[in-house]
């Protein structure tokens, strides 16, 4: 099992910038992705990237606004988020898994999320 912690989370205008992290402990983490969930919205990939480095995108992340990075030797994931907009608010979830997936199931271990809020 892997316990996340997400943080970097906040209240912010648009426009603005986030960069939200995840610490991760407990076993290996092939695989680390960040989703997101809206109010009455199915939960919603947005990136991940592997181990070595290798970063799959969405059709929300491949707007070139988000940028998803992780420190291996602090075992920690982030997504830095420019150029914020109103309909970017979300519960924002890391998750760990063993191969690269968009899909939720997946993924076997998630964090509590940050919420991110995008005043207009």
């Known amino acids: 099992q892997v316990q996340l912690i997400e943080s970097g989370g906040g209240l912010v205008q648009a426009g603005d910038s986030l960069r939200l992290s995840c610490v991760a402990s407990?076993?290996?983490?092939?695989?680390m992705g960040w989703f997101r969930q809206a109010p009455g919205k199915e939960r919603e990939f947005v990136a991940l990237i592997t181990r070595s480095g290798g970063i799959k995108d969405s059709p929300v992340s491949a707007e070139e606004r988000f940028t998803i990075s992780r420190d291996n030797a602090k075992n920690t994931l982030f997504l830095q988020i420019n150029s914020l907009k109103p309909e970017d608010t979300a519960v924002y979830y890391c998750?760990?898994?063993?191969?690269?997936?968009?899909?939720?199931?997946?993924?076997?271990?998630w964090g509590q999320g940050t919420q991110v809020t995008v005043s207009s």
């Open positions: 407990g076993r290996s983490t092939p695989v």
């Open positions: 998750a760990a898994g063993s191969w690269p997936s968009f899909r939720p199931n997946d993924y076997a271990d």
